[in-house]
């Protein structure tokens, strides 16, 4: 456990550079994994969670090699011809890892076992299990349906159309791969639009994937047996790091920062419109397109925020970004009222919970409910900070980071019980952090 406390330090200035998003990169790892060949990725996050991933693909038979930073290059195993791993599948805090990867291997051959960290044992897997035993895959999770749980694979799986019971890029993302070594098409129906990494990524690797609408829902068909392709891979900074520098930039007086390289997908891009629409100023310079992916550098000027009710569409397009919006709206002028989050409870620690208590502790004024927040602002005046009582993060890495935010703004700062987390997701935080505040 390492304690941190995060005080005022000026203004963020200059420009700086997020690492690679992670989504893409577990993805990227997996998909070069299964092809037959080699894959080079470029920008990948190098981040426990994506090191998870990389360590399990490579038990599973794929070689995979670091050839500088962020350069990987891969030879995959080839789908249908993973090798069965010796020892068990150590997932760490990666729920992403797990999920997906729960779904390659449901339609293999193969019999594995899955564990976690503290937080990662206690989330809900029965999201995957449910529609992967449709598919032929058995489980043996602990009880609750959570890790250690251990699957064996079914070979051939038999394809499903499977209607999404929550908005889940991970549920849609296992039964997609599970379809890709499944005879025939299989099918998700998303009643709401989550991100679209995989299904992007899995066109690149050669993949054949249906994506039509019907009742105004999106239906994503994927062609089983599928012969993948080694595809070269360049992953965009993730958005979900960069917006704890939009906020932070927002929020300290005085900064003017750009944020070069940052992923714009618009099933990600949800936290701009809505820091935009409470009076944030964020400009797009220099639009293009990266991996396939479209990109700008952001340049972030400090604003007075007002609060705002967030649209409930909006949700699945930030979905892990509430917790750094909670930071945000503390120092907005007026009432932000947040709905619709009841995922957040089962992230990696029950965010709407955990931030509650947390902004509480800093001196917000904050009203927790069933599905979100209200936070009423300060109007841009400083927190009071936690001083010398610590922020439980409760191995959550977003949960840091956001409240390291929180202290830049708060007369005693803010003390974090536990850096250790953020190295999950954003290894270069702090580095960044002190370089940008200058
Ligand atoms: C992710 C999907 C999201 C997100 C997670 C990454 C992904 O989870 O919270 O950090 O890469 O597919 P859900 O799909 O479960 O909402």
Known sequence: MSKYTFTSDGPLTGRLRVPGD???SHRSLMFAGLA??????????????????????????????REGEGAWRVHGAGLGSLLEPRGALEMGNS????????????????????????????????RVIDPLSQMGASFEASSGGTLPCMLRGAAPAVPINYRLPVASAQVKSAVLLAGLNTPGITRVIEPVVTRDHTERMLTGFGAILEVGEDNGERVIGIHGEADLRPCDVIVPGDPSSAAFFIVAALLVPGSDLVIENVGLNPTRAGIITVLRHMGGSIEELDPREVGGEPVADLRVRHSALTGIDVDPAIVPSMVDEFPVLFVAAAFAKGTTRTTALEELRVKESDRIAVMAAALTGAGARVTENEDGLEIEGTGGEPLRGTGNAPVATHLDHRIAMSM??????????????????????F???MELLSGAAV
Do not use: W
């Open 22 to 24: 992670k989504s893409i």
């Open 36 to 65: 037959v060949g080699e894959s080079r990725i470029t920008g990948l996050l190098e981040g426990e969670d994506v090191l998870a991933t990389a360590a399990a693909m490579r038990q599973l038979g794929a070689d995979i090699e």
């Open 95 to 126: 729920g992403t890892s797990t999920r997906l990867m729960m779904g390659l291997l449901a339609s293999h051959p193969i019999t594995a076992t899955f564990t976690g960290d503290a937080s990662l044992s206690g989330r809900p897997m029965n």
């Open 404 to 425: 390291a935010i929180a202290g830049l703004v708060s007369a005693n700062g803010v003390q974090i019980d536990d850096t250790a987390p953020i190295a999950t997701s």
């Open 427 to 429: 290894p270069t935080f």
